[in-house]
C-alpha cells in the first residue's frame, strides 16, 4: 500500500553534541576532531516497510504488516472484496492497477510518524599533512559510527533496540599527492555489514571500494596555458555490492553500476 499519509504530522527533535578539535603546533600539519552526537526524534517520520522481515521480526513494525489469517493450519488468502483489502483500495498500490485474486499480504509503504527515534554516535575526522621536496603529501581519514540506534513504533509501545539493523561503522580514508602540477589520489570507502532484520535473520556483507585519481595542469603561457587533464576511477577492482533483499536488491548506500572511468579537461582563464 503506497502514497501519502493524510494523518501526517511535522517530526521534532531534541539534540545535543560536544566534542573537540586538537591541532597543535609542535605536530605542523596534523589536525583531529571528534563529534558526539544525541538525537531524540519525536513524531520521527519513516517507511515502516524494510522488507517483509521487518514488520515480522521488528515489534515496532508489526502493526504495519496485514497478514492473511491462518485456518487449520492453511493461509486463506485475502480477496479484492475483504474488507482489509477494500479498507486501503484506493492506495493500494499494484502492476496495471489490477489487484490479485489473492492476497497473501498488506504491507504498508505509506511514510507514517514513528512515536520516537533515538540516536547517538560520533563523527570524527583525523588528517596529518606532509610538507615534501616537492608538493606535499596528505593523510586523511573520517567517517561515523553509530553507538546506539532505538525506535518506538507506535505511543505506548516498548522501545525496539534496531542498531543490529545499520551499518554502524561508515570510513573514507584517503592519500592525496599535490605538486607544482601533478595530483595523485586515493580513496576506500568502507560501508560496515548490517542485519536487515532485528532478529538477525540475515545479514548483509561489508562493501569497501577503492578510487583513484590523478590529474595534470598544464605550464602557464600560450594557448594551452590553464588546461587541467584528469582521470578518475571509482571502484578500481569493480566490487559488486553485497545482496540485500529489497526492491533493488543491492544496499542503498552501494553504487551497482561497479567500476567507472571517467576522462576531463579543463580551462582556467
Not at 492476497?103 to 505509506?110: D, G, H, K, S, T
Not at 570507502?189 to 532484520?197: E, I, K, P, S, V
Not at 553500476?257 to 576531463?264: C, K, M
Amino acid at each position: 500500500m503506497a502514497g501519502g499519509s493524510p494523518n501526517l504530522r511535522p517530526q521534532t527533535s531534541k539534540n545535543y553534541s560536544f566534542g573537540f578539535d586538537f591541532s597543535p603546533r609542535s605536530w605542523n600539519g596534523f589536525k583531529a576532531t571528534a563529534t558526539y552526537y544525541h538525537v531524540d526524534f519525536k513524531d520521527f517520520i519513516g517507511l515502516p516497510f524494510n522488507g517483509p522481515g521487518s514488520t515480522f521480526s521488528n515489534p515496532a513494525f508489526s502493526q504495519y504488516g496485514i497478514l492473511a489469517p491462518i485456518v487449520g493450519g492453511a493461509i486463506q488468502p485475502f480477496t479484492p472484496g475483504s474488507p482489509e483489502v477494500t479498507k486501503y483500495s484506493s492506495v493500494l498500490a499494484v502492476d496495471g492497477g489490477i489487484l490479485p485474486s489473492q492476497i497473501y499480504w498488506i504491507a504498508v509503504l505509506q511514510r507514517v510518524n514513528v512515536s520516537r527515534k533515538i540516536q547517538s554516535g560520533i563523527d570524527y575526522d583525523v588528517s596529518k599533512r606532509f610538507a615534501l621536496a616537492k608538493g606535499s603529501l596528505t593523510v586523511r581519514a573520517a567517517g561515523t559510527y553509530i553507538l546506539t540506534d532505538k525506535l518506538q513504533g507506535s505511543v505506548g509501545a516498548a522501545i525496539t533496540d534496531i542498531v543490529a539493523t545499520d551499518a554502524r561503522s561508515r570510513l573514507m580514508a584517503s592519500v592525496d599527492y599535490e605538486g607544482e602540477r601533478i595530483a595523485l589520489g586515493a580513496t576506500v570507502m568502507d560501508l560496515a555489514g548490517f542485519y536487515t532484520t532485528v532478529a538477525k535473520t540475515a545479514h548483509v556483507a561489508r562493501f569497501t571500494t577503492l578510487n583513484l585519481r590523478a590529474s595534470y595542469s598544464l605550464p602557464e603561457g600560450g594557448a594551452l596555458g590553464g588546461v587541467r587533464l584528469s582521470v578518475n576511477v571509482e571502484n578500481l577492482f569493480d566490487q559488486q555490492p553485497p545482496f540485500q533483499a529489497n526492491a533493488t536488491g543491492t544496499v542503498s548506500a552501494a553504487n551497482p553500476i561497479g567500476r567507472a572511468v571517467t576522462v576531463g579537461i579543463s580551462k582556467r582563464w
